[in-house]
Nanobody
Framework: QVQLVESGGGLVQAGASLRLSCAASGRTSSSYAMGWFRQAPGKEREFVAAITWSGTNTYYADSAKGRFTISRDNAKNTVYLQMNSLKPEDTAVYYC????????????????WGQGTQVTVSS
């Protein structure tokens, strides 16, 4: 099993920045492609960004492109989501996830999920 724990969420004003962290533990935790998803109340969980195990390749949703950056530090078994220029519509619970599949944005292809961290952006 792989355990994922998100942190770094909070309440910020529009235009501010946050860096989310996802600490992974368990066997072969650094061999997984990793993704970030978010879910607002009453809405479907949506893809935000993903990164290969090497950190070489990344993939972003249109809503995140140009503002968010996903990265990872395999030595620390941690993946990050740097979020800049935050908007109220970014408000959601943010989840990290791990998959043994190739880089993907499809929710059902992820095998492990964290509990989420709340990000709230005020106008």
């Amino acid at each position: 099993q792989v355990q994922l724990v998100e942190s770094g969420g909070g309440l910020v004003q529009a235009g501010a920045s946050l860096r989310l962290s996802c600490a992974a533990s368990g066997r072969t935790s650094s061999s997984y492609a990793m993704g970030w998803f978010r879910q607002a109340p009453g809405k479907e969980r949506e893809f935000v960004a993903a990164i290969t195990w090497s950190g070489t390749n990344t993939y972003y949703a249109d809503s995140a492109k140009g503002r968010f950056t996903i990265s990872r530090d395999n030595a620390k078994n941690t993946v990050y989501l740097q979020m800049n220029s935050l908007k109220p519509e970014d408000t959601a619970v943010y989840y990290c996830a791990a998959t043994l599949r190739p880089l993907t944005r499809l929710l059902y292809q992820y095998d492990y999920w964290g509990q989420g961290t709340q990000v709230t952006v005020s106008s």
